[in-house]
């Protein structure tokens, strides 16, 4: 019998994950059906204790239900406690399991897609918001000497760079919170896009000089135009990419979670791309 998924989100009409899926299942030869569902706003439980009974073998779950999904796991790993929120759910067993696997899509598809070594570098997060706190523990892993988090709020800055601080994954780098005016003669190898900024059209005020030479801008966002920030970034000479890889590449980690199996991306990415 075909083993049932799906991506759990409000709203979810625009979700690229059923096509995802079904490339990676096509390529690899699984037997699986992914389908949205859309949850109520107080009903995230429900639908999926409704999809559970039917069947269902586990979920990805995006917004606006990460936190809840956290919350209400039997299971939850090292990454996804770090997050404080799960994109990833497996039933098992009557238990659900949970996991985070956005943070390890971003680093997959920057470092392995773009080929850009993080270890040492200058990091700088822009946000400090959900998507933000996905992607520390990640990050991290790789080692970066300098890794700055500014957000328009700074109390959230700070507190996310003394709550990581203290963990063993950030023994070697430099964590720091700050607001964006504290960002002038400064300057980052990798900037890292983690607002909401993208969404509304619009530029978080970063300074020009926040790039240094040869530096990548990625937006963890993506559509068919760049958002603003990339704009930004390519004529202050920066090499930019959006976040069209990390959302395959979380989901590759998602499907080797379920399957154990872990699809090639790049004949995905570039068949999102074409579309
Ligand atoms: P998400 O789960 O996508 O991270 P969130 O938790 O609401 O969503 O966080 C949104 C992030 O985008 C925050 O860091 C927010 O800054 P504040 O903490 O100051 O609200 C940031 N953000 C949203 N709009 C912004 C803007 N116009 N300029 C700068 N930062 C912005």
Redo the contacts with the bound molecule.
Sequence with gaps: MTDRYAVVGNPIAHSKSPEIHAAFARQTGQDIGYSKLLAPLDGFRSTLESFRAAGGKGVNVT?PF?LEAFDLADEVSQRAKDAEAANYLRFDNGRIHADNTDGVGLTRDIVHNLGFRLAGKRVLL????????GVLTPLLEYEPSILTIA???VE?ALRLAETFRHKPVAASSVLCGLR?GELAGHHFDLVIN????SL?E?L??LPADAFAAGALAYDMMYGATPSPFLAFAAAHGAKTSDGLGMLVEQAAESFLLWRGVRPETAPVIALLRNA
């Design positions: 917004v990460k822009l946000g400090a918001g959900g998507a933000a706190q957000n328009r709020t959230k964006f983690a607002t909401s900024t509304q619009e978080p005020p």
